[in-house]
């Protein structure tokens, strides 16, 4: 016992004196960061509010909003009243596409409805979104490409390249509207008689045209600036070594680039998904191009509270498809890291 | 006691925050609410500086208006707010205001659509008693444009009514009727042209002809009480006039893409016989160096079943915020910008047809806009566009069934019923 007992107060306090011994370090140190951080948060908090005012509290508005009903009109004095607490009737009147009925309840949103046009337009956005992104990464693909070499006049061609994409949308969204027009350029140059924005398909082309030919110059940068950064030495090694420029595009270029090219996909897809002004203004949202962010505001002007939940559906939407992407993104960041890392021990 | 002290900005800008957004939760169960707005009693005899709120003045005519006014009201000076001159940002801007009760909004300019909106959630000061103004020399028309359940709420400022413009060197005589212009369509098929167009792409041109075709046929969209009344023969033969026409190719196939400006092009080139348009169109294709129909152009009011068919309304009103602290300034400007020499004058600078009956017989009007006359008879057997404060479901149901209908993708029966259940639907509240 007292050889137990013994170590045991002299361990005590060198196990208590470490510590103590470093305490005052160690204070000193916590202060030191403690003063620091509390700097940091106090230089952190204007911008802590700033995103706080234009951020969090839209979003917790709009939620609040999403469970009030839409206000009502009172037969007698023809005026609006408030419509009280809805619960969760507008996210479902949204998802089933159920509308109010005249009789009470609720009955299937009949056609010429916003109700009614929920899952087209859904539709339509993915639509949009898949065909829109594929074609921009193939054609920026290949325009990176090409800017990426030695040629005379690299830069004119850079700069030509952006004139799309500097263009403000409205502007495009209206050029292309005189282009699609039934006696526009578009019918004159290929001596067809299409109605480009008179039916389904060819209103549906003449969106994904005119937005491929304004954000394929984004693609092509961000997908330069990713192919900018494989060094020569390895395509000449490849070179040295026999590779055809079939194999060097798909195993030297391809994975070194990818890092670049799925953030500029990321990027597109999240930005294609709240497409609204090209449609908006080429089609009016007719013969099927509504997308998500024109129905919003199509309701908006029928009823904030509605809208806020389909803004709020919206958001979800656009916020899964996006965790998605990082998630893939994220798996793939971390795999090459540790890739790397294992090299380099 | 550490982590509070470093949390404590972070927590201090989380509660703000949270302040904020109750405060925000308040306002939207108010906006949403629009519970009958602000005291319509109250301020009545207030007098002082006001604001006047219009789309952008394209044309100059607020601004010496306006001028003329501070120069003679020293003490009750008139600010002007120009909006853009989108409509849907107008209204957007002016639901802004209205819903934060702004007594900044004092007498604001309203397409002749939104008046029952504004007037249902309360918000436009009812014209009546000691705000009432003198509406006996007004079309009528333009006055129920700014009635709402009995009550008038705008006063009328400018209004708009539909022409038709005919090749009168192809057809001498305009067409009264449906039936007589559709007869006429042989003679576009001999000089292989196209025989008529309005305005049927799926926009608010397209709710503005098909209810006109369904008004000129003797039917219409919504009943006195505002309920719809689609389900008629009278509505149904306005809409089948359109989808036959289509179909038959008298309304070129291309109609479907028209907005005013492409219907307006296409007409000018030569292109049509025959065109339903605003009185604009006069000027450009008379006076444009490129118009291939300088000196061919008739006019003519729109045809109906059995005579001149009933146009949609267009126009503008002129209303008192019920938030404004000086109404009785805001009620003698307003009877100034509606007043014989005001309407005169928007006639004269801006081409804006007046809402005084009296004008379009006036001598030196009508020697600079010819088509006065035809205009007036256009106006007065005009239909406002379906009054109701749901009136932005209303033109939608109207647009996706009547498009659908025309393009012949749904029976006319099917595409009315829809657009009646529609309608019902947005009326029927959430």
Redesign the interface.
């Known amino acids: 016992m007292a050889t137990e007992l013994g170590p045991t107060p002299v361990k005590a306090p060198a196990s208590g004196g470490t510590p103590v011994h470093h305490a005052p370090k160690g204070v000193g140190e916590d202060n030191k960061i403690?003063s620091q951080?509390?700097w940091a948060?106090?230089l952190?908090?204007p911008t802590?509010?700033a995103l706080?005012?234009v951020i969090?509290?839209?979003i917790?508005?709009a939620i609040?909003?999403s469970f009030?009903?839409?206000?009502?009109?009172d037969p007698a004095?023809?005026?609006?009243?408030?419509?009280g607490s809805?619960g969760i009737?507008?996210y479902v009147?949204w998802l089933a596409q159920q509308?109010?009925?005249?009789a009470?309840g609720t009955?299937a949103?009949?056609?010429?409805?916003?109700?009614a046009q929920f899952w087209s337009a859904t539709t339509t956005t993915f639509f949009f979104t898949v065909v829109t992104v594929a074609f921009e990464t193939v054609l920026g693909f290949w325009m990176a490409m090409i800017m990426a070499r030695t040629f005379k006049g690299r830069s004119l061609v850079r700069a030509a390249v952006l004139v799309p994409w500097a263009i403000p949308t409205a502007v495009t969204a209206k050029l292309w509207f005189f282009i699609f027009?039934?006696?526009g350029i578009a019918n004159k140059l290929f001596n067809t008689s299409i109605?480009?924005?008179?039916?389904e398909w060819p209103a549906k082309w003449a969106v994904v045209i005119a937005d491929v030919w304004k954000t394929t110059p984004f693609m092509a940068l961000l997908i330069l600036a990713g192919l900018q950064m494989i060094p020569a030495e390895v395509y000449e090694a490849a070179k040295v070594d026999g590779a055809t420029a079939w194999q060097r595009f798909r195993m030297i270029t391809l994975p070194l680039v990818k890092p670049a090219l799925m953030v500029a996909i990321l990027f597109r897809t999240l930005d294609a998904l709240r497409m609204f002004d090209l449609p908006y203004i080429l089609t009016?949202?007719?013969?099927n191009t509504t997308t998500l962010s024109i129905l919003v505001i199509?309701q908006i002007?029928?009823?904030?509270?509605?809208a806020?939940a389909l803004s709020t559906i919206t958001f979800i939407i656009i916020f899964l498809v996006a965790f998605i992407f990082v998630r893939f993104l994220g798996a793939n960041v971390v795999e090459q890291s540790g890739a790397t890392g294992k090299g380099k021990k | 006691m550490k982590t509070p002290k470093f949390l404590l900005p972070v927590a201090t800008a989380g509660v703000l925050a949270l302040t904020l957004s109750a405060c925000g939760g308040g306002g939207g169960g108010a906006t949403g609410g629009g519970a009958a707005g602000g005291d319509a009693a109250a301020g009545l005899d207030g007098r002082g500086p006001i604001t006047y709120v219009q789309g952008k003045d394209n044309s100059n005519v607020v601004r010496p208006l306006v001028a003329k006014w501070n120069a003679a009201h020293p003490n009750e000076k008139v600010t002007f707010k120009e909006q853009t001159d989108q409509a849907d940002q107008q209204h957007d801007d002016i639901v802004q205001h209205f819903q934060a009760k702004d007594a900044g909004y004092d007498v604001v300019d309203v397409d002749v659509v939104w008046t029952a909106e504004f007037a249902a959630k309360g918000w436009l000061q009812p014209l009546k008693d000691k705000m009432a103004i003198d509406t006996g020399a007004m079309l009528k028309p333009t006055v129920d444009s700014g009635t709402y359940k009995g009550t008038l709420y705008a006063a009328p400022q400018t209004s708009d009514g539909a022409l038709l413009y005919y090749r009168k060197d192809l057809v001498p005589t305009p067409p009264k009727t449906w039936d007589e212009m559709m007869s006429m369509c042989s003679i576009a098929k001999k000089n292989n042209i196209g025989c008529y167009a309005g305005q049927f792409s799926k926009y608010e041109g397209l709710t503005v002809n098909a209810s006109e075709a369904i008004n000129s046929a003797g039917g219409s969209v919504l009943d006195k009480d505002g309920k719809p009344s689609l389900n008629t023969p009278e509505a149904k033969a306005g809409l089948e006039n359109l989808a036959k026409a289509y179909a038959d190719g008298n309304i070129p196939k291309e109609g479907i893409t028209f907005q005013e400006e492409l219907s307006r092009q296409a007409f000018q080139s030569g292109k049509l016989l025959f065109l339903r348009n605003w009185p604009y169109v006069y000027n450009l294709a008379t006076t444009e160096g490129s118009s291939a129909v300088k000196d061919k152009l008739g006019i003519a009011p729109i045809p109906g079943a059995t005579g001149a068919g009933a146009s949609s309304l267009g126009g503008h009103n002129l209303a008192v915020s019920v938030y404004s602290k000086n109404k009785a300034t805001s009620l003698d400007f307003l009877k100034f910008m509606t007043s014989e020499e005001s309407e005169k004058f928007y006639a004269t600078q801006g081409s804006l047809a007046p809402v005084l009956g009296s004008l379009y017989t006036d001598k030196d009007l009508v020697a600079k806009l010819p088509y006065l006359p035809v205009l007036k008879t256009s106006i007065e057997k005009a239909v406002p566009r379906p009054v109701s404060p749901f009136y932005p479901a209303v033109t939608k149901a109207i647009q996706e069934n009547a498009y659908s209908a025309i393009k012949g993708e749904k029976p006319v029966d099917t595409a009315l019923s829809d657009m009646q259940k529609s309608i019902e639907s947005a009326g029927a509240g959430s």
């Open positions: 403690l951080g509390k948060a106090w952190l908090a802590v509010i706080g005012i969090v509290y839209p917790i508005s609040v909003m009030q009903k839409d206000a009502g009109l004095t023809g005026l609006f009243t408030a419509g809805a009737q507008n009147n509308c109010a009925a005249p009470g009955v949103c009949p056609p010429g409805t916003l109700g027009a039934f006696e109605l480009w924005t008179g039916s009016g949202g007719a013969n199509n002007r029928q009823g904030f509270n509605s806020a």
